[in-house]
């Protein structure tokens, strides 16, 4: 409980920003204005993403082993699930343990599969980032907020095309490295990091990796047309690149560890991004409760149906990662 206090004293924080200043009957008639008949179209969007994201997971852990198409998207669901739930990001950890528990894949190589997603993710948004400074002019504190990640992005990209293609020389830095432990620690950790580097095999397929990268641009496209579509529910007469523009903004918002569920950062995300191109911020906060209820609640919907079929708890997820040390 108390590791989630920093996160929950963020999303106050957050929270208190996005409120502040709004008029509460505004959002109340926003809400009452809405048009209602968009909202199929963007769950359905957002559906699409969702399975089309669960294939994405499937292609990288491919060279691992094969896992069917609905087991992997009920496992997929229920890990986003988990990263609603817990604070601090803490259900990432979700779908490489019910990988590891529904097929011969290990925890800590279906763990180096989500990293690998992630780091794709990461080249694909600051692709469309960099494309979005062709059409419209975007502030100085987003351009350096682009310049950090791409840096990080960098040195992480480095650093897995090193493990994959030097990985000898990888293994020998860790052995050298793992001198420093304790010998009863020693083969467990060197054991944990070979089964992590697995998970970048994906990455020495180049025509399997174009493919997994032409699938992450069409997923985070869809996510744009998502928001447009929600865009056409309030009405804003927003140029599409708004809706680019909201996506890398949100992006990033919900990187930072706060309370479960992204609440507060999604909502000044929303407000910040919508802001710049002119929406008032009570017309930005009613947009922002919706296109969350809607995302988030999609997320914990789909957990929720396919939960009983999975059976994941919490104590079982903390059970595993012992017996992964072990």
Not at 120 to 141: E, K, M, N, R, Y
Not at 269 to 296: D, Q, R
Request: with cysteine; proline share 4%; net charge positive.
């Amino acid at each position: 409980m108390k590791k989630a206090i920093p996160g929950l004293l963020i999303s106050a924080l957050f929270i208190y920003l996005s409120v502040k200043d709004t008029d509460f009957q505004g959002i109340a008639g926003g809400l009452i204005k809405m048009n209602y008949r968009y909202i199929l179209p963007f769950l359905l969007t957002m559906l699409i993403m969702q399975i089309l994201r669960a294939w994405r997971w499937g292609l990288i852990l491919n060279p691992l082993g094969r896992i069917g198409p609905l087991p992997l998207f009920a496992i997929t669901s229920v890990g986003f699930l988990a990263i609603t739930a817990l604070p601090a990001r803490l259900g990432e950890l979700g779908r490489p343990y019910l990988v590891s528990r529904n097929s011969s894949i290990k925890m800590s190589a279906a763990l180096g599969t989500v990293f690998v997603e992630r780091i794709i993710d990461g080249v694909t948004i600051l692709t469309i980032a960099s494309l979005t400074t062709f059409f419209t002019t975007l502030p100085g504190w987003l351009l350096k907020a682009n310049v950090i990640f791409f840096i990080f992005n960098l040195a992480l990209v480095s650093g897995v095309f090193f493990a994959v293609f030097g990985r000898e020389r990888v293994e020998r830095l860790l052995n050298l490295f793992l001198r420093i432990f304790p010998k009863k620690w020693e083969k467990t950790v060197t054991r944990l990091l070979r089964h992590f580097l697995d998970g970048f095999l994906v990455i020495g397929n180049g025509r399997q990796l174009f493919q997994i990268l032409l699938m992450s641009f069409l997923i985070w496209l869809i996510d744009v047309l998502a928001i447009y579509i929600l865009f056409a529910a309030f009405n804003f007469t927003l140029p599409p690149v708004a809706a680019f523009v909201l996506m890398i903004i949100l992006i990033i918002g919900i990187a930072i560890p706060t309370a479960p569920g992204f609440i507060g950062n999604w909502h000044f995300s929303c407000v910040l991004g919508l802001g710049l191109f002119g929406v008032a911020k009570t017309e930005a906060f009613t947009f922002a409760l919706i296109y969350h209820f809607l995302a988030v609640g999609l997320v914990v919907m789909l957990g929720i149906v396919f939960l009983p079929s999975i059976r994941f708890s919490f104590a079982d997820l903390w059970k595993e990662a012992k017996n992964t040390l072990s």
